[in-house]
Nanobody, 127 residues
Framework: QVQLVESGGGLVQTGDSLRLSCAAT????????MGWFRQAPGKEREFVTA????????YYGDSVKGRFTVSRDNAKNTVYLQMNNLKPEDTAVYYC????????????????????WGQGTQVTVSS
């Protein structure tokens, strides 16, 4: 069983930056792939980014490519989402998710592939 807790959300202005964190409980965090998704009011949950177990492979959704950076610190059981040049359309609840990959380099962009989810953190970008 893995528990995920997101933090770092808040209210910012257009062009600002935020860094979200997702802390995982449980062992063998380094064998899990991680993902970030977001859901804006009235919209479906959207893929943001994914990172493999080691952090060596990262994949981004088109809407955040070049602005967001995902990273992880396996010693701290934490994955980060650095968000730069934020726009009002980035306003959403951001969720992290994880799936154990047993050390393979797999990463996932489909939310149905993930086994565990955090409760989400709100990011609001004002214009």
């Amino acid at each position: 069983q893995v528990q995920l807790v997101e933090s770092g959300g808040g209210l910012v202005q257009t062009g600002d930056s935020l860094r979200l964190s997702c802390a995982a409980t449980g062992d063998r965090f380094s064998s899990y792939a991680m993902g970030w998704f977001r859901q804006a009011p009235g919209k479906e949950r959207e893929f943001v980014t994914a990172i493999n177990h080691s952090g060596g492979i990262r994949y981004y959704g088109d809407s955040v490519k070049g602005r967001f950076t995902v990273s992880r610190d396996n010693a701290k059981n934490t994955v980060y989402l650095q968000m730069n040049n934020l726009k009002p359309e980035d306003t959403a609840v951001y969720y992290c998710a994880t799936k154990r990959t047993y050390g393979t380099d797999s990463y996932f962009i489909d939310q149905s592939d993930y086994d565990y989810w955090g409760q989400g953190t709100q990011v609001t970008v004002s214009s």
